[in-house]
């Protein structure tokens, strides 16, 4: 029995055959890769945006 979220994903991988362990194993390495390359881009437009905003208009004054 599932009793922690963290041990949902290796229980479910030990059903599969040894060829797709290793292609959701990818998947899954490369769906967090997406979604952090997604979330820094999302970081520097805040940031950048702030930036122009608040520093580079006192500088320009």
């Known amino acids: 029995m599932i009793f ?3 041990k949902a994903y ?3 991988i030990q059903f ?3 060829g797709l ?4 194993f990818v ?3 490369a769906k967090n890769c997406i979604v952090f ?3 820094a ?3 520097f437009y805040y940031f950048y945006d702030g ?11």
Do not use: S, V
């Open 37 to 39: 390359g997604f979330h």
């Open 10 to 12: 290796p229980w479910l």
């Open 51 to 61: 930036y122009l905003q608040t520093i580079h208009q006192q500088k320009i004054r």
């Open 41 to 43: 881009e999302l970081n």
């Open 27 to 29: 998947a899954l390495t």
């Open 21 to 24: 362990k290793g292609l959701a």
């Open 4 to 6: 922690a979220a963290d």
């Open 16 to 18: 599969l055959p040894t």
